[in-house]
């Protein structure tokens, strides 16, 4: 069982690490999003003695840490702009691998009382994660998901070893390895409180132990957070939900967004080749019995077939990550991500499920069909299209619109050829123009994720003040985000004719970074 687990994990890293080396152009027209753009420019700012900053003026505190600490060294090798976002690749590749252990080692765990069925659980777990699309997809992403995912299981897996070898220092581990993830994505809190209630519950002093650990890890930065920013939550998490604000006052409803998440969750046991997202977010009726059931019938399967509590908490605590992102924090297009944990849990519940199905094939023989079956498709989709990234020479990025769009350093590097020194440039996507920024030419975050003042002002009607106050000379974006610029300025003086076009960039279809010369009443 352990051979065969390696040898899944040996493959998986082995297609992630040439998806690592393929050309810089196709895998940021594939994989990598503006935000990415966003950690590196403050890894680099932190790698310059900046602090966490962009500009080396403005403190943020708008994005997850523990990827930017860990790119920070990478700055200091190379001076190629890109040599640390293969090294982030690399990292997060890495990451995504050990989650595929972490996944089989729980998926045995979760079913003790089966002879084979471990095996079959912990090998499914392992490639079901490895050649998954969506898990290769965020790991190439550049962004925090895969290291989070993987401080999570973690976490669960060595709550497992402190049961089975009772020990201050496991649980003191397990706590480090919580901090971690909080600092990895600060959504995982959820996860973690609730692990240590369910732990609470079976050994609470233990858990104090894992509480101390958690806090000797996070401290340092939610004290430097609480000092700069008076508060130890990203300001990004508010900016986005100011931004979904401004989509849902045209279009986007509470039963789209459960639709969009609940396709985002299960799409990835299409292997993406089905737009589940824009169907379930059309089909609300659907979407309105199969996501609760969905998430009530899953947690009640894994109670019923016996999983232990440490796997049974990570999959209460993982599904509810879907309610928080469905209505409280809807950026659609961020979803694969943010619902990663929603992915690694459902995987732990399959494998399972093959393994029970396996056991009992005797008995119910045309049920093992139909799951061996279905996995088995799976198996094939996912491993066809992974194929296809391998060989793919896309001319665009093929996620468009609300799936989030990707390729944004042809576009910034195309506007930093237009844009002469000395100018002011804002965009409410400024990541990847704010990392290719050229020499004497300053940046301004207006949608307000790495810019409290700009969230501010956007959500206050005041951006006329706030480009006034930063000398704005250049506006860039696309057509959605130009409108919702020229909305939220509150001066009546600011409208169209104040932004004439000087050029456009590549295409990102349907949409389109235009620059426009900026001239303020």
């Keep these: 069982m352990r051979r065969g687990v390696i040898g899944i994990a040996v493959a998986g890293m082995l297609l992630r690490l040439l998806l690592v080396v393929r050309d810089i152009t196709v895998l940021d027209r594939l994989f990598v999003p503006d935000d990415t753009y966003y950690t590196l420019a403050i890894a680099r700012g932190m790698a310059r003695g900046w602090g966490p900053s962009v500009d080396g003026i403005h403190l943020t505190n708008g994005f997850q840490p523990l990827i930017a600490f860990l790119v920070v060294p990478a700055f200091w090798v190379s001076r190629d702009p890109m040599f640390p976002l293969r090294v982030a690749w690399t990292i997060l590749a890495l990451a995504d691998v050990a989650s ?17 069925g471990r095996a079959i659980a912990a090998w499914a777990a392992c490639a079901l994660w490895s050649l998954s699309p969506v898990a290769i997809a965020n790991a190439m992403g550049g962004l925090e998901t895969s290291l989070a995912v993987a401080c999570e299981l973690a976490c669960v897996e060595v709550w497992c070893v402190a049961r089975e070898k009772p020990s201050r220092n496991w649980w003191l581990l397990a706590g480090v390895l919580s901090g971690l993830g909080v600092l990895a994505r600060i959504d ?16 609470p002093r233990a858990v104090a132990w894992a509480v101390l ?22 300001s990004s998490g508010q900016a986005v939900r100011t931004q979904v604000a401004e989509h849902r006052a045209y279009y986007l409803t509470s039963f789209g967004q459960l639709g969009w998440a609940l396709g985002a969750a299960l799409e990835p046991w299409v292997a993406r080749l089905a737009d589940l997202r824009l169907f379930f977010y059309r089909q609300t009726w659907l979407t309105v019995i199969v996501a609760p059931v969905g998430i009530f019938g899953s947690i009640f399967a894994a109670w019923r077939s016996g999983v232990i509590r440490p796997v049974l908490a990570f999959l209460v605590g993982a599904l509810a990550l879907f309610p928080f992102y469905a209505f409280y924090v809807p950026a659609l297009w961020f979803f694969p991500r943010y619902l990663a944990p929603v992915h690694a849990a459902l995987t732990l519940l399959v494998a399972i499920g093959l393994a029970h199905a396996f056991e009992s094939r005797e008995q119910w023989p045309r049920r093992w069909f139909i799951v061996r079956g279905a996995v088995l498709i799976v198996f094939a989709l996912s491993g066809a299209v992974d194929a296809g990234q391998l060989l793919a020479q896309p001319d665009r990025t093929p996620d468009e619109d609300l799936h989030g769009a990707k390729g944004y350093r042809e576009p910034a590097m195309a ?5 002469p020194p000395g100018a002011v440039i804002g965009a409410l996507q400024s990541g990847a123009l704010s990392y290719f920024a050229a020499p004497g030419v300053r940046v301004l975050n207006l949608d307000g994720v790495i810019d409290n003042e700009a969230r501010i002002a956007f959500r206050d009607n005041r951006m006329a003040d706030f480009v006034r106050a930063n000398k704005m000379t250049y506006f860039a974006d696309w057509e959605w985000n130009r409108e919702a610029f020229l909305r939220h300025t509150g001066d009546p003086r600011i409208a169209e004719s104040c932004l004439v ?3 456009g960039a590549p295409p990102q279809p349907p949409d389109r970074f235009v620059l426009y010369s900026f001239v303020c009443p």
């Design 415 to 419: 506007l930093m050829r237009m844009i």
């Design 100 to 116: 595929a252990v972490l996944l089989a080692r729980l998926a045995m765990r979760a079913v003790p009382s089966l002879g084979t």
């Design 213 to 234: 650990g958690s806090a000797v890890v996070v401290a340092p930065w939610w004290a430097y957070e609480l000092v700069h920013f008076g508060t130890v939550i990203p």
């Design 501 to 503: 076009p000087i050029g």
């Design 188 to 203: 995982s809190a959820i996860i973690f409180i609730v692990l240590a209630i369910a732990a609470g519950i079976e050994k």
